[in-house]
């Protein structure tokens, strides 16, 4: 893992010596304190993302959802409250662990979606 991180730094300082040439580096991670410090100076900026609201959580599982023929009496609302703590891939994963032949046999109802196999979001918290 050090000669890992070495080469990133010798690499990203390089890049960043050239006056001539603007670049643009972007990094995501979902552990941002397991990032090592040395890296993490290397970056001018640090913008914290949170986990998507209750709110955003329904909106997100409306659009995972829109293709699917689902039942009309879905609770929306109801599926983002007990999704606490889930991102937005984490919310894919669980739509995506719905059976296929479900999928195409008939519209899912809310207890299809509760019953799927849920998975601990991936966030480290």
Not at 86 to 102: E, F
Request: glycine share 4%; aromatic share 8%.
């Amino acid at each position: 893992m050090r000669k890992i991180k070495n080469e990133f730094m010798t690499h990203w300082d390089g890049l960043l010596s050239r006056p001539d040439q603007k670049i643009l580096g972007l990094a995501a991670t979902n552990r941002p304190f397991d990032l090592d410090e040395a890296i993490i100076r290397r970056f001018e900026r640090r913008i914290m993302v949170g986990l998507p609201s209750v709110q955003n959580r329904e909106l997100i599982m409306r659009r995972l959802l829109s293709k699917e023929k689902v039942d009309e009496g879905i609770d929306y609302k109801e599926l983002a409250t007990m999704t606490e703590g889930y991102s937005g891939s984490d919310l894919k994963v669980r739509i995506m662990r719905i059976p296929l032949v479900l999928k195409q046999t008939y519209q899912l109802t809310q207890f299809d979606l509760y019953r799927t196999p849920a998975q601990r979001p991936h966030i480290a918290l």
